[in-house]
Every structure is written in structure tokens, then in C-alpha cells.
């Protein structure tokens, strides 16, 4: 039967870490994804803006230039819908290549590279309703459900600070030109996006911390399962003590079958296995064990003869 949890005071093993990673449970954060994607969106608009930008723009004047000299039917508005399409597309491509790379990298810095295909095998419980709805109103969902609310409320208070320190400054804008006040504003967005992201990090890590605890409780073991788990992989004491004797009486006998007499002496032969080496002669100290054990094996053999 699984152990409770007040019974689980032990640390998991290398193999019960082993078999959990192979069923795809390990500590992981949704968040820290998130947060991956979103820095990778930042920096790619910080560093390439320009020539995506101009891209979309090139894509769009394109479209309506064509649009109002080619428009004869609706096969034209599609081709030229189409196109537009992909010019678009092509445009983001390097956005997209940008954010899945950070994707990838928030999970391998989480739990390194994994492949699991028991998690790719349907079970039932992921496909019924009434599960979800549990999970959902569960725990996890009012955990998931708090976060969320969290993060809006820093968000929002980091966007608010942002706003304050602007504010003195919005009166200003009805006697900018254009220009200046496109990147006033610019600014301010950009101010707003860094502040919120150096949050979302932190609760992201916060997050991570959390969920690698919460894993490490979750895999916690017994003292009854740690001893089971050696014993699967060791062997039970008891019956290895027992085939190390029977492997000793079988030696015993197979010498005295070839006519040597067998003398067990554990602390000597303890002593001459670490003293000497097979050829050299035997230290001083161990001569009266040595030829108590000899006048031992003479006198037995004299009794056989």
C-alpha cells in the first residue's frame, strides 16, 4: 500500500527520481515559460523592431496600392488577402523563431532535456469532465487562480507608479509635435513593459521555488519503501548471508573431498589479507597463530591416517 505523507520523511532516491522522470513528473513552472517568452518578445522588439516594422509597412502599402487598381472580383481581394498573409508571416517568422528558442530553453534550465512517452499515451482521466472540473476547483485551481490575480495586481500597481512619475508631464503632450509625442509615448510603454517583466522574473522564480518544494514533497519515501527499494536492488541481507554459508559449505566440502583440511580463523586471515601479499613470507607477529592452526591440520590428519 502507497505510504501516507507523514510517513514519507525520507530524502528520494537516485531510482525513485529515476522512474518519476521517465513518467514526465518533474518540478516545473509554468511561469518561468511565460516570463521566457515574454523577455524573448521584449528583447527581439528592443534589438529588431526596425526592419520587422518596416516589413509589415512594405507588406501593407503593397496591399493597398494593389487594392485600389486590382480589385475586379472576389478572386482578387483573396489572392491579394493572401499575399498580404504571407508577407506578414514571413515578417514574424524571426519573432516566432526568437520565442520558441527562449521557450525551450525555460524548460531545459528547469529540469535539462526530456522525452516521455508515457505522457503522450490518452488516459481517460485527462478526457473527463468531471476530473477536470475538479482540478479546476481544486486546490491547484484556486493556487493557479490566486497567482494570476497576483501578478494582475503588481502588473497594475507597477503600471500605476509608471503613470504617476508621467503624469506632470501629460499637459505637455497638446504642445508636441507628433513626433516627440510618439516617443514620449514609446517611452512610456517601454518603461511600463521593462518594470512589469523585472516583476513577472521574480515571481517567476518565486514560483519555481515553490513548485520545485512542492515536487521534492511529493516524491518523498518511506523508511519501509527506502529498505524495500535497497533490498530490489541489493538483495535481502538475510539471503545473501544465507548463500555466502552455503557457498561455504560447499567449498568446505569440495576441499575436503580433494583430502585439505578447512580451518576457519576470521581474524587471521583478516590480518594476512592486509599484511602480505600471496608469495611472501609471513610477518613474526602471526607465527604462533599460524602454527597453532598447523599443529591443528597434523593432528587431524594423523587421526585420518
Known amino acids: 500500500m502507497p505510504a501516507d505523507q507523514d510517513d514519507r520523511t525520507e530524502p528520494a532516491t537516485q531510482r525513485r527520481r529515476e ?153 505637455k503632450l497638446s504642445q508636441m509635435p507628433p513626433a516627440a509625442v510618439l516617443a514620449f509615448l514609446l517611452a512610456f510603454a517601454l518603461k511600463i513593459i521593462l518594470r512589469s517583466t523585472v516583476v513577472l522574473i521574480f515571481l517567476a522564480a518565486v514560483d519555481y521555488a515553490f513548485q520545485r518544494y512542492t515536487f521534492e514533497r511529493s516524491i518523498m519515501m518511506s523508511k519501509d519503501e527506502v529498505k524495500q527499494e535497497y533490498k530490489q536492488r541489493e538483495g535481502d541481507p538475510l539471503v545473501k548471508a544465507r548463500i555466502r554459508q552455503v557457498q561455504r559449505d560447499i567449498s568446505r566440502r569440495r576441499m575436503m573431498e580433494s583430502g585439505v583440511p578447512l580451518v576457519e580463523n576470521k581474524p587471521l586471515a583478516r590480518g594476512l589479507l592486509r599484511a602480505v601479499q600471496i608469495g611472501q613470507a609471513i610477518p613474526a607477529e602471526f607465527y604462533k597463530a599460524v602454527a597453532e592452526i598447523l599443529a591443528y591440520v597434523y593432528t587431524l590428519k594423523r587421526e585420518a591416517a
Open 19 to 171: 522512474e518519476v522522470r521517465e513518467k514526465g513528473q518533474v518540478a516545473k513552472s509554468r511561469e518561468v515559460t511565460s516570463v521566457a517568452v515574454l523577455v524573448a518578445a521584449v528583447v527581439y522588439f528592443h534589438f529588431f523592431v526596425g526592419s520587422t516594422g518596416s516589413a509589415i509597412a512594405h507588406t501593407a502599402r503593397h496591399f493597398f496600392r494593389a487594392a485600389s487598381v486590382r480589385i475586379d472580383s472576389e478572386e482578387d481581394l483573396l489572392a491579394l488577402l493572401v499575399a498580404a498573409a504571407q508577407g506578414a508571416g514571413w515578417a514574424l517568422v524571426p519573432l516566432l523563431g526568437f520565442v520558441a528558442v527562449f521557450g525551450v530553453f525555460a524548460h531545459v534550465i528547469q529540469f535539462g532535456l526530456l522525452f516521455s512517452p508515457e505522457v503522450l499515451v490518452p488516459k481517460m482521466s485527462r478526457m473527463n469532465p468531471y476530473e477536470g472540473l475538479k482540478r479546476l476547483v481544486g486546490k491547484q485551481g484556486w493556487m493557479d487562480l490566486f497567482k494570476s490575480l497576483g501578478k494582475v495586481a503588481l502588473v497594475g500597481y507597477v503600471g500605476y507608479l509608471t503613470l504617476s512619475e508621467a503624469w506632470p508631464e501629460l499637459p
